[in-house]
Structure formats: C-alpha cells, structure tokens
C-alpha cells in the first residue's frame, strides 16, 4: 500500500461591509501618520443551504497620504469567474467639503491576477479594475462590491475563513455570517468573541472590533510572527473529515478509468520488474519525470483532477492531476495507493473540516 501527497490551489477573497457605529473620541488612537486608514469595514457573508450565497462588502477609507492614493487609486476586486459573479455597486470619493465624485464603473476592467502571468499556473480568478476618479489627500473613499456565489464547489456545502486585519489602522470593523439555522455546522474563533442570534430560520454570527492601530515597534521577525497560523474565523458545514474523504473521492474516483492507454504504459514501464516496491518505483519516477507541473484551476477543477489517460497524452497537469496518473498507472498493476490531502502553507486543523483547511 502506498500513500502519496497532493496539494491543490484554491483562491480566497477577503471582503469587508460597511458598520455604521463610529468609536468614541476619548477610544480613538492616533492614525494620522499613516497612509490610508479604514475609518468603517464590515464583512456581510451569506449562505443558503444549497452552497450558493454572497460576500458583501463595503469599506470607508480616509486617504492621508500619497502613499494611501497609491494603495488605492486603482480599487482591485477579486473574484473566481467560473464559480461567481462580481457586482461593483459604487465606488465614491467624498471631499472635505462635501463634494461627492462617483466613479463610472463601465470603464472598470477584469485581468488575471499577475502572478498567474508569471508562473505556469491558469485560474478562472480575475480581478477587477477600477480607476478611481479624483481620489486626493484628505478624501474618503468609499466602495460597496457583493460577490454572488452561484456554482458551489461543493454542492449544499460552505466554508469560510477570515483573518481580521493587523498591519493596518482600523476605526470599526464588523464581521457576520448568516446561515440556515438547521444547519449543523463547524465554528472556530479562538482568539476573537462573537455574539449569536437567531432571526427565524437563520443564525447569525457577530465579530466587532474598535480602533486598531498597526504596532511599528515590530521588528521584522515580530511581523512575521504575528501573523497567524491559521484564521481568526474559520466556518464549515462538513461536519467530520469522513465526508470531506467522501467527496474528495467522488471527484477522484471517475478520473481514474484504467483504459487501454494506462494500462500499456503501466505494462511497458514495469516490464522486468516482480516486486511492486520496484513496480511503484518506475511509475513514480515516469510521472515525476514526463509530466511537467502546470496549475489549472477552474471551477470544481480546483479539487477534481483530469482524466489519468488525458493527463498522461498532454504531457502536463497540477498536483491533483499528477497523483490521479500515477495511482491509476500503479492501479493498472494491481498496487492499491490513496491521496492524502494537505495544506502546504499550515497545518491541519482537526476541529475544523474542510477543503480550504485541508488543501491548498
């Protein structure tokens, strides 16, 4: 029996809504020195029992700098364009003296994020591109944007995570998800309160928080250490690890068709060979040697690997694809192997079963 490793990629989107408390005068720390600050960020996120839902998001920024103007003349929103649909409500500027500049979003314009561009790697997440109009020191800007989650990558499942923001000054920020209350779910948020409650046939969590500053005193070393190893929220309506297996398998299962292709390689690479340790051996080094790493990752295919006998002709694939040929071809031998899902960037969190805290 062999075990081999297999990491996807998946892309998160941070969002952020509009709370509209402002803190006391005598709470408030100093911001000035900075280059922007978020005087007002919220997170309205949403899901319906089916999978689908949305991310609502809305912040009011107070530009203090050329540093700030840079940040965030050019507004990026992100978004998987196979899975959900992006709505640019508005994106506004408010002058000192009540002047208000509404930005034309027809002109806004989806790229591929640049690191898609410089690595082998091919994603349906795009971010949009909005110009901001006559955004200058002393303005406020403010944005509202939802994503529409319309194809679950699991379907009547969901999962979130959220890490509250530290490197930045923050005057209010509010977090809340709202889910059927039926649903049996998974919560953690070890570090950060939260209130509960129910409005008819939902259940609604609450995060607050209230004038954060960015600690400057940090070091180097102390800024790499405050950020967290896993997210201060995370959410899930898998309920145990069994059935993250079960639908991981699902996926995996019909792309790993023994055909006449498969099996003639599988045949000709072992040939001479009559221990399956060797048998695995010359099949492992074929895969690891023939199939070049390119990411592909659109839609479910950030989970569900191609066809073993189509990644076999292309020449190419992603992880997920790579471990899909190679235990197909040691299937083909009669050599029983299994995936083992893992997250390069943190380790597995037990309390918490999902696809994003178990695969990246």
Known sequence: MFRHLCTLSTCLTLTAVLFAQTPSATDKKDTSG???????????????????????????????????I????????????????????????HKPDGQLISTPLTEAQDFAPEILREAPMYSDYRQRHISVVGLQVGDELEYHTIVHIVAPLAPHEFWYEHVFPRNMAVGNERLEIDVPKARELKLKSPDQKYEVRENGDRRIYTWTRKNIAPNHDLSAEDEINEIPDEPDVQLSSFTDWQQIAHWYAKLQGERMAVDDSVRKKADELTRGATKPEEKA???????ARNIRYVS?????????????????????????????????????????????????????????????SSIT
């Open 34 to 68: 900075e280059a922007f600050a978020y005087e007002r960020i919220a997170n309205l996120v949403r899901f319906e029992s089916d999978g689908t839902g949305i991310r609502d998001t809305t912040a009011v920024i107070r530009i203090q700098s050329q540093g700030g």
């Open 281 to 287: 051996r010359r099949l492992y080094d074929y895969v």
């Open 296 to 356: 592909l990752s659109f839609g479910v295919g950030r989970y569900q690997p191609h066809a073993a006998s189509e990644v076999m002709t292309n020449g190419y694939g992603d992880c997920k694809d790579k471990h899909t040929l190679l235990a197909t071809l040691l299937r083909a031998e009669g050599i029983p192997s299994y995936p083992v899902l893992i997250h390069s960037g943190r380790k597995l969190d037990p309390d918490v079963p999902s696809p994003r």
């Open 70 to 93: 840079q940040a965030f003349g050019q507004l990026i929103v992100g978004y998987s364009a196979a899975t959900e649909k992006l709505e640019i409500d508005y994106a506004r500027v």
